[in-house]
């Protein structure tokens, strides 16, 4: 009887390993040809997914067949329908809406006049009444590039 229990178990093991699908595949650029490392792979309608390697290379283990989703940054999302294991080559469209620049927006005071690797910074009378409002010298100074102030008196004594 233990023998065959055992042999039921083995054969529905085997079954259940031969029942796995393993694709493997490459994402790339369509323009360029280029991998694109980091694209995600995924079996629709599960949370079972990879992503690719650095050479745009996946391999995803499934148990039946389905449909694919390949997506990436910048990139329009494609959907594979796939069978057993095989393996998948899919070129990526770069999407038509393309990403919104960012600005950055900073104050240099440019030394025109000397000749000094020194920064320098200068606070006008005109900063100082604009900027002063309720804030003591030390808090109005922190706004001023590469200057850190406290409140707190630093001689001695100071409490």
């Known amino acids: 009887m233990k023998k065959i229990t055992l042999i039921l178990t083995a ?56 449909i694919l989703v390949i997506s990436y940054i910048g990139y329009d999302s494609q959907e594979i329908n796939f069978s057993n294991s095989m393996t998948i080559n899919v070129a990526m469209e770069a999407s038509s809406d393309q990403l919104e620049g960012i600005t950055v927006f900073g104050t240099v005071d440019f030394a025109i006049d000397r000749e000094t690797p020194v920064a320098v910074s200068t606070l006008t009378a005109a900063d100082i009444q604009e900027r002063i409002g309720n804030l003591e010298l030390p808090e109005m100074l922190n706004s001023t590039p590469g200057v850190y102030a406290t409140r707190a008196g630093g001689a001695f004594g100071d409490s």
């Not at 694109?36 to 629709?44: E, F, I, M, N, Q």
């Not at 997914?49 to 499934?62: E, P, Q, Y």
């Open 11 to 66: 054969l529905l093991v085997s079954g259940f390993c031969y029942s796995q699908n393993i694709l493997t595949g490459t994402v790339t650029d369509a323009e360029l040809g280029s991998p694109l490392p980091g694209a995600t792979v995924l079996v629709k309608g599960t949370s079972n997914g990879v992503s690719t390697d650095f050479d745009g290379t996946f391999t995803i283990n499934t148990s039946e067949a389905g």
